[in-house]
Nanobody, 124 residues
Framework: QVQLVESGGGLVQTGGSLRLSCAAS????????VGWFRQAPGKEREFVMS????????YYADSVKGRFTISRDNAKNTVYLQMNSLKPEDTAVYYC?????????????????WGQGTQVTVSS
């Protein structure tokens, strides 16, 4: 069992940057794959980027290629999403999700635990 809490969202201008954090409690986070998803108003929740439990396998959506980076600090039980060159289309609630010994597969059904989300708004 693991509980996840996202933070770091906010309001930024086009071209700006944010770093989101996903902090875990309850179990050793290093044993979990972690994925980031986002959901904009009126749209389905979509996959953004992930990292496997071993850290050696990443997936990403084409829409964020070259702009977003995922990383983890196992000593702090935290995974980060660094978002650069933000665009208005990145506006959404961002969620982190985890699954034990996962490969970071880019599908919502692959993840067992979810945070409550943090709002990211990019203005033009």
């Amino acid at each position: 069992q693991v509980q996840l809490v996202e933070s770091g969202g906010g309001l930024v201008q086009t071209g700006g940057s944010l770093r989101l954090s996903c902090a875990a409690s309850g179990r050793t986070f290093s044993n979990y794959a972690v994925g980031w998803f986002r959901q904009a108003p009126g749209k389905e929740r979509e996959f953004v980027m992930s990292i496997s439990w071993s850290g050696g396998n990443n997936y990403y959506a084409d829409s964020v290629k070259g702009r977003f980076t995922i990383s983890r600090d196992n000593a702090k039980n935290t995974v980060y999403l660094q978002m650069n060159s933000l665009k208005p289309e990145d506006t959404a609630v961002y969620y982190c999700a985890a699954t034990l010994y996962g490969l970071g597969y880019p599908k919502r059904e692959e993840y067992d635990y979810w945070g409550q989300g943090t709002q990211v708004t990019v203005s033009s």
